[in-house]
């Protein structure tokens, strides 16, 4: 990959186009595994559901942060009109658009079934809307009566009940205005109209090489980054946050998005190497663009790191037991020395490994420290998830053998969806053959 600078001259008319065969026995591996994972994810719904739930919601959420920081790099890389990532900007335009197929595997977290063993506070409110049906009131006042206590009907006072109809503005489960349901369908609309209003505005540049798409996907992006932010916030929130009710965290919105940006990094690293070993953008991605990508991915090590200890630091601090919850529970028994390795794998392991430059460069070093990056992501995610199966499920912190449904869960879903992916790259060319500012991507130097 030495320098040379590039002409359109040099390139392909119309770009390069995947051909889907040569990439065939990954994209083949990929399908066989999701496959069997989706069959056995299925077995294990039907007999296993209170597992199933928590394996199924760690596979999806993993999916969710590797596809939104896709449309992140995307969405930054068209705000700020970044010339470099011309070359590699295709990528992430296909991930994002991967969150259609997402919400297709995430339609199990709407069963009540599914929800039951994930989502305490989903029992609480159908417990008070039978009791609101009974009693003719509204399923608000049901709530309140069962925190309060009711010793006519002989329901004892519940306070831990009063933060969760202090928040019934909220979280609630109504089929009608702002409710979880309401809102789950809306992250998923919001992001797939991101991600398709700018890969159709670059795939038009394709045709016409008009100047216009790339203005207009800058617009675009500026006034879009803020709905993009709150979406990826509440979708956080929604669906792993709450699993316990009465925990909160002014920080975890970031702390998601941080691993988002960080993981897709390493996806982007990963794939552009593998496209190169089977000939494609050689002519248009050089050191110098694992040189950028590297120091990106060693920014979001940092940033990271940055925001974990700004929440254990002010949750310790303010020492609120609501809050410490989440703390204690993952540093009890063998949990606590995941919780070790995290630090380490996830911050000072990374940290030290991207500091040289030469190490930046060299695509076979960075091979290894983006599956490290991928790894440690996977472990996070988990930790983030996985232990409130054991206290929801009334069996201690651990429950013995449901990794095995996470790793079926988790084949399922990254191999559907890599599957997909992999094979999706052939629709169009694999760099935008036409934007005005390639040749300034082809030929960086830092």
């Known amino acids: 990959m030495g320098h040379h600078h590039v002409t359109f001259e040099d390139l392909p008319q119309g770009g390069e186009k995947f051909e889907p065969a040569k990439g065939g026995k990954l994209i083949s591996t990929l399908g066989g595994i999701g496959a069997l994972g989706l069959l056995g994810s299925a077995v294990l719904f039907f007999t296993k559901t209170d597992t199933f739930a928590y394996s199924w919601l760690f596979a999806v959420f993993f999916a969710f942060t590797i596809i939104c920081g896709g449309c992140f ?57 039978e009791h609101a049906h009974h009693d003719g009131t509204s399923v608000y006042e049901a709530l309140h009566h069962m925190a309060d206590g009711d010793e006519a009907k002989h329901i004892e006072p519940n306070t831990h009940l009063h933060v969760l109809t202090a928040k ?83 920080m975890w919105g970031v702390y998601i998005f941080a691993g988002c940006a960080w993981s897709s990094m390493a996806v982007t690293i990963l794939l552009v190497t593998w496209l190169r070993s089977l000939g494609y953008l050689k002519k248009v991605v050089t050191d110098e663009h694992y040189h950028l990508m590297g120091k990106l991915l060693f920014a979001f090590t940092v940033f990271w790191a940055y925001i974990a200890f700004s929440q254990y630091f002010l949750i310790w601090y303010a020492n609120i037991t609501e809050e410490t919850r989440f703390y ?37 070093v960075m091979i290894g420290i983006c599956l490290w990056v991928l790894f440690m992501h996977v472990v996070d995610i988990y930790w983030n998830i996985i232990p409130e199966r054991g206290p929801s499920l009334g069996v201690g912190v651990v429950v013995d053998g449901a990794w095995i449904g996470d790793v079926v869960a988790f084949a399922g879903v990254i ?28 030929n960086v130097i830092n």
Request: glycine residues 4%; charged residues 15%; hydrophobic residues 50%.
């Open 328 to 364: 204690l529970t993952r540093n009890t028994e063998g949990w606590r020395y995941v919780s070790i390795f995290i630090v380490i794998g996830h911050f000072i392991a990374p940290f030290l490994a991207l500091l040289s430059q030469s190490r930046k460069k060299k695509p076979s």
């Open 415 to 442: 191999g559907t969806l890599g599957f997909l992916f992999l094979r999706s790259l052939a629709n169009y060319s694999l760099y935008p053959c036409r934007d005005p500012r390639l040749l300034e991507s082809a």
């Open 168 to 250: 019934y503005g909220y979280l609630n489960i109504e089929y009608f205005g702002f409710s979880w349901y309401t809102r789950f369908f809306f992250y998923f609309l919001v992001l797939w109209f991101i991600a398709s209003k700018l890969r159709g505005k670059s795939v038009m540049q394709d045709s016409d090489g008009d100047i216009k798409h790339t203005i207009k996907a800058r617009q675009f992006s500026c006034t879009w980054l803020l709905f993009f932010a709150l979406t990826i916030t509440f979708a956080a929130v929604d669906w792993v946050q709450t699993l316990d009710y009465a925990w909160f965290s002014t």
């Open 73 to 129: 790099w995307v969405m930054l890389h068209n705000a700020s009109n970044s010339g470099w990532g011309v070359a590699i900007r295709r990528l992430w335009e296909q991930l994002s658009n991967m969150i259609l197929p997402l919400a297709i595997l995430c339609i199990p977290l709407l069963l009540p079934a599914v929800q039951k063993p994930l989502y305490e506070w989903m029992n609480w409110h159908r417990t008070a809307a």
